[in-house]
């Protein structure tokens, strides 16, 4: 324990950490334990666990592997805690983000049931004042929101949702006591990530599944399953190894590109490879493909081909099979979902595909059902399996005005600007975790949470240490960010997909690349973040302060 001063305000607390997910659970115990700052947690829900708190839809589950979905930063954590599968279930993972709140006495400093809903910025104090939906009202040194990349549900104004007789739920608000489909007539929308969990096992269920899909998916399957008893032994006899080549990997895996380009193999040599990342299931079909794979269109053509041609071979029926193969998106340029029986399920008597360009797309909920290209279907339930206004959209929610009272969701306006994805300009002392144009979305998240609170929970020590008051991105260290993280993404086939990376899935949200694409990977996004802070905080200002360049214009005299 370090121990630093405390601040000298009067402030109520030294930290407001906004959630109480992987990220603000951990936020709040290194603020708490490492640096003795006086901390308080607020979450809207009703426990811990954030995503795994509100995602109980049927299907739920991790598509990381469990031994390192997880913390890695307490080695007696890594060794007491034993996952059932490769891919625990929702309700695996919140029993573990429980015992870590238990564990490391969380919950005495979280409030749950709290929403903020304003986060305003004094400038003559330079506090912040958080308010809550309860009325609560503190002031705080620095705010952290750990609020989650995917938390705000998008549910598309559907013309009719009001009038529909039966029951909608959205799957990211799914009723604690989970949903009987046994005899019902079932609709779900949509087929991302989310729905290719849910669909097999509401097929299982339901009397009938109807199948609403704008854009169809590149799957692979998950291959879940128990994981040999040696295997965990030798991951767990190496859990530093691990650690360090999670932290320094491309996508915090243990998994690498092909180093090589899919254009220079023979159709034997790639098949082979194809077929090897096929069996391992998981992400190293998408991730650990030829490193071609995400700037040529023909390289990711080839590659493409080989998810099309088992989509034909697993669909019985050919028509439904071209419904479900998509043809107007690079592949891996959306978020690659993980399918357990996923295809399969598509040839199910009790399951039909309406695909919203052959059939025609969805043009009202009526009060018994979905009316698609015409054609009424008649339903009990409707899953809205639309996902989130991702990484902008729960950040917007909170309400935050920064300096002069300027409104965070009035300067992204056109888009989102940060310095590192951790700060903006104009809104001192506040940090996002795995915030937009940071590598977030695109990693495996647990990795990217522990460096962006590492990095947090040093940035505000060495504050301390050295009496400072506030820090806040340059104007320029922003702008050339913004201009960086858009030029990598541009050289990459990922802006030729309407995904929700772009931003493209919410109506009237600006186009453009949200996460960080760093081209050194992770662990070359973690050595800038360490570098810029060694240089004593580079592209900051302490207090209004350059120190960097006073640093540096001092070294030049
Ligand atoms: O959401 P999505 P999701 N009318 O946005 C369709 C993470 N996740 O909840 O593709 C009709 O991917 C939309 O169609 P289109 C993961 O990062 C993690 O499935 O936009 N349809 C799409 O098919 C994932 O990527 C795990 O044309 C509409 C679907 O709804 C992210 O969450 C598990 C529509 C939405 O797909 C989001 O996944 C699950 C409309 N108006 C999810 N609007 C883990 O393993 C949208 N759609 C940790």
Same mark, same amino acid.
């Given at each position: 324990m370090t121990n630093p001063q405390q601040t000298k305000s009067n402030a109520d607390f030294d930290a407001v950490v906004i959630g109480a997910g992987f990220s603000g659970m951990y936020m709040l115990h290194s603020l708490r334990d490492k640096l003795d700052l006086n901390v308080t947690l607020f979450e809207a829900g009703n426990g811990v666990g954030g995503t795994w708190y509100w995602n109980r839809y049927p299907g739920a589950r991790c598509d990381s592997d469990?031994?390192?979905?997880?913390?890695?930063? +307490?080695?007696?954590?890594?060794?007491?805690?034993? @996952?059932?599968?490769?891919?625990?279930?929702?309700?695996?993972?919140?029993?573990?983000?429980?015992?870590? &709140?238990?564990? =490391?006495?969380?919950?005495?400093?979280?409030?749950?049931?709290?929403?903020?809903?304003?986060?305003?910025?004094?400038?003559?104090?330079?506090?912040?004042?958080?308010?809550?939906?309860? *009325?609560?009202?503190?002031?705080?040194?620095?705010?952290?929101? &750990?609020?989650?990349?995917?938390?705000? &549900?998008?549910? /598309? /104004?559907?013309?009719?949702? *009001?009038? #529909?007789?039966? !029951?909608?739920?959205?799957?990211?608000? @799914?009723?604690?006591?989970?949903?009987? =489909?046994?005899?019902?007539?079932?609709?779900?929308?949509g087929t991302g990530a989310t729905a290719v969990q849910a669909i097999p096992e509401i097929a299982q269920q339901a009397k009938h599944l109807t199948v609403f899909q704008r854009t169809p998916n590149f799957c692979v399957p998950a291959r879940n399953g128990k994981v040999d008893p040696e295997i965990t032994k030798a991951r767990k006899a190496d859990y530093s190894g691990?650690?360090?080549?999670?932290?320094?990997?491309?996508?915090?895996?243990?998994?690498?590109?092909?180093?090589?380009?899919?254009?220079? $193999?023979?159709?034997?040599?790639?098949? !082979?490879?194809?077929? %090897?990342?096929? +069996?391992? *299931?998981?992400?190293?079909?998408?991730?650990?493909?030829?490193?071609?794979?995400? #700037?040529? !269109?023909? &390289?990711? +053509?080839?590659?493409?081909?080989?998810?099309? %041609?088992?989509? %034909?071979?697993?669909?019985?029926?050919?028509?439904?099979?071209?419904?479900?193969?998509?043809?107007?998106?690079?592949?891996?340029?959306?978020?690659?979902?993980?399918?357990?029986?996923?295809?399969?399920? #598509?040839?199910?008597?009790?399951?039909?595909?309406?695909?919203?360009?052959?059939?025609?797309?969805?043009?009202?909920?009526?009060?018994? *059902?979905?009316?698609?290209?015409?054609?009424?279907?008649?339903?009990?339930?409707?899953?809205?399996? $639309?996902?989130?206004d991702a990484l902008t959209g729960p950040l917007k929610n909170l309400g935050i005005k920064g300096r002069g009272g300027k409104a965070l969701i009035d300067e992204w306006e056109s888009g989102p600007q940060t310095y590192l994805g951790l700060s903006v300009v104009g809104f001192p002392n506040l940090f996002m975790i795995t915030g937009p144009q940071s590598p977030s979305v695109l990693s495996n998240m647990p990795v990217s949470i522990e460096q962006h609170v590492e990095w947090i929970t040093e940035c505000i020590g060495y504050m301390h240490r050295h009496k400072l008051t506030t820090i806040e991105a340059t104007p320029r260290a922003q702008e050339q960010w913004v201009t960086h993280v858009a030029e990598i993404a541009g050289a990459t086939l990922m802006p030729q997909a309407n995904s929700w990376y772009m931003g493209a899935n919410i109506s009237g949200k600006p186009r453009q690349f949200l996460p960080y694409l760093c081209p050194e990977g992770l662990g070359g996004y973690r050595k800038k973040c360490a570098e810029i802070a060694e240089r004593g905080y580079e592209g900051f200002v302490f207090d209004g302060v350059n120190r960097t360049e006073t640093t540096e214009s001092r070294a030049a005299e």
């Open positions: 469990s031994y390192i979905y997880c913390y890695t930063f +307490d080695k007696n954590l890594l060794q007491e805690w034993n @996952w059932s599968e490769r891919y625990p279930e929702q309700d695996e993972i919140l029993r573990y983000l429980e015992h870590c &709140a238990e564990r =490391f006495d969380l919950k005495p400093d979280i409030q749950f049931g709290k929403r903020v809903v304003a986060t305003t910025f004094d400038d003559q104090t330079t506090l912040w004042t958080v308010r809550t939906d309860k *009325g609560d009202m503190v002031t705080s040194r620095y705010v952290i929101a &750990a609020v989650g990349s995917l938390s705000t &549900a998008n549910v /598309p /104004p559907f013309k009719g949702l *009001g009038s #529909f007789k039966g !029951k909608w739920y959205h799957t990211s608000q @799914w009723p604690h006591e989970g949903v009987d =489909f046994t005899a019902k007539r079932v609709g779900v929308i691990v650690r360090e080549r999670i932290k320094n990997s491309f996508f915090g895996f243990e998994l690498n590109f092909i180093p090589k380009s899919v254009l220079q $193999t023979t159709p034997e040599e790639r098949e !082979k490879e194809f077929d %090897r990342m096929w +069996d391992d *299931g998981g992400f190293s079909f998408w991730l650990a493909n030829y490193q071609d794979m995400f #700037f040529s !269109k023909e &390289a990711n +053509d080839i590659i493409a081909d080989y998810l099309k %041609r088992k989509i %034909r071979a697993t669909v019985n029926d050919p028509v439904v099979a071209e419904k479900l193969i998509p043809k107007t998106y690079p592949y891996g340029t959306k978020r690659q979902p993980l399918d357990t029986n996923y295809f399969e399920t #598509f040839n199910k008597k009790n399951v039909l595909l309406v695909d919203a360009s052959t059939d025609g797309p969805i043009e009202e909920i009526t009060p018994n *059902g979905i009316r698609a290209g015409g054609k009424e279907y008649p339903l009990d339930i409707i899953v809205i399996a $639309t996902g989130f």
